[in-house]
């Protein structure tokens, strides 16, 4: 009888291949190296405060892969490079924006480049100065204006009111209340806060995504511009250069007037224990951006570089208990610089009022 032995000695070499493959595969994933940061500096939440400096280690998880050498990024931009144990890298977050921050290492190992990334969010350095805003003397407003936007333009106040079908832009003496000119928008746009730069007034929407423009002397509408992005319309002021936009979040967006198709850089406010957001009506300040914080009596003062709350005043109270009884909430900044002095209003308020600060507790 004969025995044929190539058929078996083949398969047995096709099990044996697999089984090596197999194995080899196992190995490789045994072997595979990863990456771990190392902080005790920082809490669990991950936060660090501005001005900290903190220090990373890096270390592999598979000490029988050792590494070579890290590249460390922060937010995407080379920072340093490190060969020596325990590979750290010093994160100076002085100047840095508020917000969150991504951290990746970009480790040699043999020739294999293994990268991983950790996350830290920056606060504000220190609790911010408080402030109450004392009523100095108020003047008449339309307690049936729901009231947007509020901004000086010489001698009159640029006025901005909302609500669909209702929805406004006005030039109003600000001493007597009375208005000089007013356009109304379309019923299906409802009107957000304005603000005044090289003549113009710019006017937002709140879901219509659009910027109305119009001649800062006569409020003739001279055009408009869609949002570079699909974000609602809140509150808006200006730098002297670049207009500041509100969207109801902590964000706040700085866009060129000469492209608004596009946003130059976009900060997100922070306090030193918490992110701030519902940000409303804008207003700047002597190089201080302040906000609305909505549906609160509050204003916050923040640093338009960094995003850090700096301030916060509480300007609750300004309305006797009968005066409030038809208004809603505290929405409309204006800072007059000849007076140097700070106006508030809100939705449907039947006063403005000329404020000065405080120091508060």
């Not at 697999?18 to 669990?44: P, Q, W």
Request: aromatic share 10%; net charge neutral.
């Amino acid at each position: 009888m004969k025995i044929h032995l190539w058929p078996k000695i083949f398969l047995f070499a096709c099990i044996a291949s697999l089984f090596a493959s197999s194995c080899t595969s196992k190995k490789e994933e045994r072997d595979a190296v990863d990456l771990d940061f190392f902080n005790n500096e920082i809490n669990s939440a991950g936060r660090v405060h501005e001005g900290d400096t903190v220090v990373w280690n890096v270390v592999p998880t598979d000490s029988l892969h050792p590494i070579d050498s890290v590249i460390f990024f922060i937010d995407g931009k080379e920072l340093t490079t490190t060969d020596s144990l325990p590979f750290p890298v010093r994160i100076q977050t002085e100047g840095l924006a508020m917000g969150q921050h991504l951290l990746t290492a970009k480790a040699s190992s043999k020739g294999t480049s293994i990268e991983k990334t950790t996350a830290f969010t920056l606060m504000a350095r220190s609790a911010p100065q408080a402030f109450v805003a004392k009523a100095v003397k108020s003047y008449p407003h339309d307690p049936k204006l729901y009231t947007q936007g509020l901004e000086f333009s010489g001698n009159q106040l640029v006025m901005s009111g909302g609500q669909y079908g209702q929805s406004s832009i006005r030039l109003v003496d600000w001493k007597t209340g009375k208005v000089a000119i007013e356009r109304k928008l379309e019923a299906s746009v409802f009107g957000e806060g304005c603000t005044v730069l090289g003549g113009k007034v710019y006017q937002l929407s709140w879901k219509e995504l659009t910027c109305f423009i119009y001649d800062a002397k006569t409020l003739n509408p001279i055009g408009s511009f869609k949002y570079p992005r699909a974000i609602e319309g809140w509150g808006i002021t200006n730098n002297g250069k670049e207009l500041i936009m509100s969207d109801g979040t902590n964000k706040l967006y700085f866009i060129n007037p000469k492209n608004p198709s596009t946003i130059s850089r976009v900060i997100e406010v922070f306090s030193h224990e918490k992110m701030v957001d519902q940000l409303n009506e804008l207003e700047w300040v002597n190089g201080s951006i302040y906000a609305n914080v909505y549906m609160t009596d509050d204003l916050v003062g923040i640093d338009p570089q960094t995003g850090a709350v700096k301030s916060f005043i509480y300007a609750g109270g300004l309305l006797s208990a009968s005066e409030a009884e038809n208004a809603e909430v505290l929405n409309g900044i204006a800072y007059n610089p000849a007076t140097k002095t700070l106006f508030l209003t809100g939705k449907y308020w039947p006063k403005l009022f000329e404020v000065e600060l405080a120091k508060g507790k």
